[in-house]
């Protein structure tokens, strides 16, 4: 008797809220940590736009649980990643760590996604050995040596003999100098100074009059993403958009979302990345209006897909597990996961947890007013190649 009035309370319970009873439904939740303040903000805003966009389109349930989506700043600085990753391990009881701005913050909270076996979806930071750090990362942003040795390959096939680097000197940077240089000599060309500029408050002038003395064909600049707005104002500053040096590197430098308040010296500037706005597909054309429209004012760069398509594979594993948030299980659901992202098809390596994806070729353009990187030739199923070559 009493359990049936206590089942009728339930069911009126639910009536009244018009849906399933709460407590019938669980909830996983996810903990997003980003930079959403210091010098890395706009990364932080783009991934957490996507995330939210992923959210909207494709609603907050999934395999019967009720996902939920914590936001968290780490204004860029790793002793606070792992910090906060802790935090939402023991009092939120999160499933997911995702988010992960820059390099630094995804090394130091690696060992916690080792010891708590939560996955940990790594949405923008791109040095190859990340995915090495953890069992239970997962990558769906890059690395740095996917876009630098095509680029390599690209300036070696175009008359581009001799080249400067000039990177900003911390890990990604390392590998984006390390596999343009070694590309590039295999194919011919000269490196004839590699430069590294601090990661804090850059000054990109005394390295540019640098390289106006060496007078290089090209020189060749890995920043990390909205630091290549500094970069571009000093490069015309100095002159050297009118030295006939050619600007290449890998996309960060003429990210989508600085671009374009870049001035028309940027146009020609060839890069090789894994998305620009300005992909032709059908499906990124949908994910543009939808993104601008959530978001008045911004325009989606390479961070936002990295994080638009880490919470799409963390809605596959849980449907793919029905619900179940065991670590291990959700790893080997997410292991050779493949789909179509808005920068083209993409799969998730079942050996080394890391993004396979098309790498495309871009130049700096003018379309209706606006600056774009127009992708014109592309390479598909590009892995990170220094764990290849570590094989
Ligand atoms: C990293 C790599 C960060 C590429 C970036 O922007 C980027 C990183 C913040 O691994 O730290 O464009």
Redesign the pocket.
Known sequence: MLRRSFLAALAATALAAGSVPAAAQETVKIGLIIPLTGP?TT?GKQLEAAARLYMQQNGTTVAGKKIELIVRDDAGRAENTARIAGELIQNDKVSFLAGF????L?MATAPIATNSKIPMVVM????SIITERSPYIVRTSFT?GQSAVIIADWAAQNKIKKVVTLVTD???GHDAEKSFVDQFKSKGGETVESLRVPIQNPDFAPFLQRVLDAKPDALYVF????VGAILMKQFVERGLDKSGIRLIGPG?IT?DDVLPGFGDAAIGVVTAHNYSTDHPSAKNKEYVAAFKKANPGMRPN??SVGGYDGIHLIYEALKKTGGKTDGDALLTAMKGHKWESPRGPISIDPETRDIVQTIYIRRVEKKNGELYNVEFASFPDVKDPVKAQKK
């Open positions: 890395f990364t701005g820059l390099t630094p995804a923008m930071a791109g040095t740095l911390y890990a990604p920043t990390p993403s909205g960060d990210d390479f961070a």
